[in-house]
């Protein structure tokens, strides 16, 4: 089975910096395009970055873009998010995603992907 446990999150001073992890079993890397989103209070769902190794595509959404750079550990399969620079607005519930289909990250954070961790909270204070 296809899991997905999310961590690091916290609170962070704007401008701080902080790096997710998402720790992912019952598939690989290789095979699979993974991602991060997140939902801020009382906002829609929003695609923050797809990594696909095999797809050789990654995504970053306008907002985050130089600021968020997602990674992967193959060897330990954990799948990570780098947030820096953060500002209050990236205060958000993130989390991190996974689907078999390798070109997903071809859709600008359109795709919907099949798997889902729970969410890890994100709170930049001003």
């Known amino acids: 089975d296809v899991q997905l446990q999310a961590s690091g999150g916290g609170l962070v001073q704007a401008g701080g910096s902080l790096r997710l992890s998402c720790a992912a079993s019952?598939?690989?890397?290789?095979?699979?395009?993974v991602g991060w989103f997140r939902r801020a209070s009382g906002k829609e769902r929003e695609a923050v970055s797809c990594f696909s190794s095999s797809g050789e595509a990654t995504y970053y959404a306008d907002s985050v873009k130089g600021r968020f750079t997602i990674s992967t550990d193959n060897a330990k399969n954990i799948l990570y998010l780098e947030l820096n620079s953060l500002k209050p607005e990236d205060t958000a519930v993130y989390y991190c995603?996974?689907?078999?289909?390798?070109?997903?990250?071809?859709?600008?954070?359109?795709?919907?992907?099949?798997?889902w961790g729970q969410g890890t909270q994100v709170t930049v204070s001003s």
């Open positions: 995603a996974a689907d078999p289909y390798v070109e997903a990250c071809d859709y600008d954070g359109s795709y919907v992907p099949a798997y």
């Open positions: 019952g598939f690989t890397f290789d095979d699979y395009a």
